[in-house]
């Protein structure tokens, strides 16, 4: 496993006051003004009624600039009533400048509670692994110890509680005010065995088909495992042709 660690979210919703670190645009993302740079795309898989992709943007020094998942607009309609996994592979360029080897793109058909006391409606959960498709797949069905190993202090945020353990993915972890409120865009944790695996940008369905734009800057764990170029925000927007883009950016060297 190239270990790696990233840690914290942030939450809007309809019962969430913004904070002055969240930024709500009426234009898509522009990532950075370099037009030297450029962009690695991943192999399109389908989802619903269209596809989804990877991409990683890179500067002329291997950079990254901006990594996430493209998906087509037909992607959001015609999904199955059941949880649903698709595995997006990256560009190798992506993964040799970046921690994550792959994005786990999970379907929640009808949403779910969020602890403490919250609710997030049907939403794609946008998993950026940092381990092996085979280590992943290894990990067993709870409740295995390796589900209840905690990170070392100062690689996970203070006020995080556990949410649910998956076989096949890990313990997830979602922000303790989360209380009371619908939420429609946040940034759960993932571990397994004392170790962070992915950060999870989460997005509901309607708001990606709103076609608002958002950039949200997140806080920066104290410690990381590795040397390495670790995204500051994630973001979600709509093209001018049309497709839906859930994606990390403001790289910076941890």
């Known amino acids: 496993m190239r270990l790696f660690a990233l840690y914290f979210f942030f939450i809007t919703g309809s019962a969430v006051v ?9 234009f898509p993302f522009k990532g950075h003004p370099d037009t030297k740079s450029n962009t690695f795309y991943g192999t399109q898989e389908q989802v619903g009624k269209g596809t989804a992709r990877t991409f990683a943007t890179l500067n002329p020094s291997v950079v990254p600039q901006e990594v996430g998942v493209i998906f087509t607009d037909e992607a959001l309609s015609g999904l199955p009533d059941e949880n649903t996994l ?3 592979h990256f560009h190798q360029k992506a993964i040799d400048a970046t921690p994550f080897e792959y994005v786990l793109l999970g379907l929640s058909a009808h949403g779910h509670p969020l602890p403490p006391s919250g609710q997030i409606a049907p939403h794609f959960d946008v998993r950026f692994f940092m381990m092996t498709e085979e280590e ?6 709870p409740p295995a110890p390796g589900f209840d190993i905690i990170p070392p202090p100062g690689y996970l945020p203070a006020n995080y509680v556990w949410n649910a353990a998956l076989a096949q993915i890990g313990r997830h972890w979602s922000y303790s005010t989360v209380a009371g ?11 397994w065995n004392g170790e962070l695996i992915f950060i999870n940008p989460n997005v509901t369905l309607t708001t990606l088909a709103s076609g608002k734009s958002y950039s949200i800057a997140y806080p920066q764990p104290q410690f990381f495992a590795q040397h390495g170029y670790y995204p500051g925000k994630y973001n979600i927007y709509k093209d001018d042709k049309g497709s839906h883009y859930v994606t990390l950016s403001d790289f910076v060297w941890r």
């Open 86 to 88: 698709y595995t997006l």
């Open 181 to 191: 409120t619908i939420v429609n865009h946040t940034m759960v944790l993932g571990t």
């Open 18 to 26: 913004l904070s002055s670190c969240e930024k709500v645009f009426n």
């Open 136 to 141: 992943r797949r290894a990990i067993p069905a």
